[in-house]
């Protein structure tokens, strides 16, 4: 556990209880094994957008559209969030839930790699959120940054990658690695690593 298990315990009891569609999200993710960044961080993607004013967003892997929706309900009617996912089943699926969340007209779906997605579509984005497969993450580095607007973020999900980065045993824990070391030196970053679940960073473009 990267935080003391009763401390987590404690951080999860504070928070809200989700509507129907985040919770019915949730137990589906929990019986299927489906990645979704959880609820305190779906929170905290929820704050940002919402510090920040963010209208314009992508997603680089979306799943089955949790983070989506939190984004998507933090930016408002008339936002604009691009949802990403290699899995054709897994798109059906989200907008479903984006249907019954009420932000199916904000959200636009995207079949395929995500960064290759985010290549096809122009123009600049307020905040872009990175949860690709890990070994992509040096990839993002070279593909975000012309993408984000002055002053927009780029927050990454996974950057503990459930300690590994501690001693990484493969190559993908290594991509992680790499991708925080490169972050925190880049000059056109403004980084911060948060040990949140399984860590979060939150990068603000200079």
């Given at each position: 556990m990267i935080v003391n298990p009763e401390i987590d315990r404690y951080l999860n009891s504070l928070l809200p209880r989700r509507d129907e569609v985040l919770a019915d999200m949730e137990a589906a993710a929990a019986q299927?094994?489906?990645?979704i960044?959880?609820?305190?961080?779906?929170?905290?993607?929820?704050?940002?957008?919402?510090?920040?004013?963010?209208r314009r967003i992508f997603e680089l892997g979306s799943a089955i559209g949790y983070s989506t929706i939190w984004l998507a309900r933090a930016a408002g009617p008339g936002s604009e969030i691009h949802y990403t996912d290699y899995s054709e089943e897994n798109a059906r699926l989200a907008r479903r839930y984006f249907e019954r969340a009420g932000?199916?007209?904000?959200?636009?779906?995207?079949?395929?790699?995500?960064?290759?997605m985010l290549g096809r579509t122009p123009g600049e984005f307020d905040l872009i959120f990175n949860d690709v497969d890990k070994e992509m993450y040096p990839a993002v580095l070279e593909a975000?940054?012309?993408r984000l607007k002055r002053g927009g973020l780029?927050?990454?999900?996974?950057?503990?990658?459930?300690?590994?980065?501690?001693?990484?045993?493969?190559?993908?824990?290594r991509a992680v690695v790499e991708f925080n070391r490169r972050l925190y030196e880049s000059s056109q970053f403004y980084t911060t690593l948060l040990p949140l679940r399984d860590g979060v960073t939150v990068s603000l473009k200079l």
């Open positions: 299927h094994i489906v990645p960044v959880g609820p305190a961080v779906g929170r905290l993607l929820a704050q940002l957008v919402m510090i920040t004013r963010a932000v199916a007209s904000e959200v636009q779906v995207h079949v395929g790699e995500a960064l290759a975000v940054p012309p780029l927050v990454t999900d996974n950057t503990l990658w459930s300690e590994r980065v501690l001693d990484p045993p493969d190559a993908t824990s």
